[in-house]
């Protein structure tokens, strides 16, 4: 059974950064997700066990960078220069296709728990 563990989350002011882990994803394709309040889950980024990886195309690309240390089992997402807009719950997800870099949520077989992100302006 994959346990993935999402850290690293909290509240920030408008401008801040923050980073993401992922821990138990070191053998998979991971993707970031996120869910604000009354809307659906959304893609953020991917990574494939090569370190290649994908980005949504909405704002968060160019200040969002996710990447991996397979010796450690992590993967991260930096967020810098974080909005309110960004405010969601973030979700790490890994599926055994480790060179896709999917887009897709239901192509993802694990899921993390979540981890909360606040961003106050």
């Known amino acids: 059974q994959v346990q993935l563990v999402e850290s690293g989350g909290g509240l920030v002011q408008a401008g801040c950064s923050l980073r993401?882990?992922?821990?138990?994803?070191?053998?998979?394709?991971v993707g970031w997700f996120r869910q604000a309040p009354g809307k659906e889950r959304e893609f953020v980024a991917a990574i494939n066990l090569r370190g290649g990886s994908t980005y949504s195309e909405d704002s968060t690309k160019g200040r969002f960078t996710i990447s991996r240390d397979n010796a450690k089992s992590t993967v991260y997402l930096q967020m810098n220069s974080l909005k309110p807009e960004n405010t969601a719950v973030y979700y790490c997800a890994a599926e055994t296709n480790v060179w896709r870099t999917s887009r897709l949520s239901h192509e993802y077989d694990y899921w993390g728990q979540g981890t909360q992100v606040t961003v106050s302006s």
């Open positions: 993401l882990s992922c821990a138990g994803s070191g053998r998979y394709a």
